[in-house]
């Protein structure tokens, strides 16, 4: 990441040269100059381009302000257990998270718990569960439908079994405190993780949900139905994971006349961010009770 290199990149396509980097709310008007500029029938294109946009601005932003935490000390400790990422699948939607962001999601959750209860990680290709593993007595389950992350996450002591989210046994209903888990980009299948979490949760479990409404258009459509089916929105942490991301395809910049090699220099100085949602189960009882029934 880097402000000067970002801001020679905005600059070039408003015809500017900026000799120092732009300050951060000059930054923000320029990219609000262009996400104007960058208007097109083609919503799809125009949803790229804008998703680029959005992204540097979170970028640049983070730049100036960084996101809080983690500790120095148990990141130190994450790293030193953390084996190098199996390969990104596509066929899995996996992009992971990087190792800050996994402590910073595993703070979050632990803030909450105070030191127990049921996890499971639904998908874990960002290792939240060894992070979270390093705060805390805690009962930790992951389940992915790729058999690497679970030999991955095994090989560094953490318990996990291949399964796809959508044919789950029936051991795992209502069975979890919290439920942590970075869904797809898109509504189809983040729904049916939606699905499974709302069946893993125990009354007055937490929902802990990466998600970000410029980089997944139906992030609010599922968040509102996340409310809908009985879950209350307790907190939401803006831009708290980054992500290391993919050229977007020449066509978006064919489509608005950019030189393709624009995008290809963006990612190398911009990230991906999602924000972390926590979310409560208010459908039934609540985590007082079943605190109470753990201290039995
Ligand atoms: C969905 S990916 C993270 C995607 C990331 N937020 C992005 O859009 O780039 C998170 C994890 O879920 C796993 N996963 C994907 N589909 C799954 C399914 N149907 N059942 C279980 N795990 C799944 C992936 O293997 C990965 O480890």
Known sequence: MSAKQLSELIGQLLGEKPSVPYLPKEFR???????QRFQSRDRLQSFYMHYSLRMTEATYQRLHQPAPGPDEQILEQFLARLQPYPEASQEF????VDPASSLRRAETVHRHLQGRGRVL????DDATGLALSLL???QIQVIDIDERIIAWLAAMGLPGEVHDLRELPDSYSGAYDAVITDPPRDLELAGEFLQAALRCLAPGGLLFWADH???????????????????ELLEEHSNWHCYVPHVISDATAHHFRIPPGWFHELVKYARLWSHLYVLRDTRAGGISRRRASHDE
């Open 29 to 35: 008007q320029r990219i609000e100059t262009l996400l």
């Open 93 to 96: 939607a996996q992009g992971s």
């Open 121 to 124: 990680a639904l998908g874990d």
């Open 136 to 138: 805390g007595d805690y």
């Open 213 to 231: 409404p410029d980089w997944n258009q139906a992030a609010l459509t599922l968040l509102e139905r996340a409310q809908r089916q009985g879950l």
